[in-house]
């Protein structure tokens, strides 16, 4: 099972970016689907999580952020709008099946 993020990038405050996340394995169907981004010196942080078709998202995105997912692609997706300086970190995807599987992270730096 391979985990592929892409989308990342710089943007202003204020803008929006769009991260993807596409699953691969054969018969890989995950249960859930999510983000986690990590910022320096921070621990790395659940974004948000989306389950059988309901999202869940942290407090601090809220409102700004939305996760959907296509399930024939197999792929999550992680819209970002109302971009905030501090949303700035490396984002992960996520997927689990039995056991958490990890995509690399993509890089998301919101400038001032």
């Known amino acids: 099972v391979q985990l592929q993020a892409s989308g990342g990038g710089l943007v202003q405050a204020g803008g929006s970016l769009r991260l993807s996340c596409a699953a691969s394995?054969?018969?890989?169907?995950?249960?859930?689907m999510g983000w986690y981004r990590q910022a320096p010196g921070a621990e790395r942080e659940l974004v948000a999580s989306i389950s059988g078709g309901t999202p869940n998202y942290s407090d601090s995105v809220k409102g700004r952020f939305t996760i959907s997912r296509d399930n024939d692609k197999n792929a999550v997706y992680l819209q970002m709008n109302s971009l905030k300086v501090e949303d700035t970190a490396v984002y992960y995807c996520?997927?689990?099946?039995?056991?958490?599987?990890w995509g690399q992270g993509t890089l998301v730096t919101v400038s001032s």
């Open positions: 996520y997927a689990i099946l039995f056991r958490k599987y």
């Open positions: 394995g054969k018969g890989f169907s995950p249960n859930v």
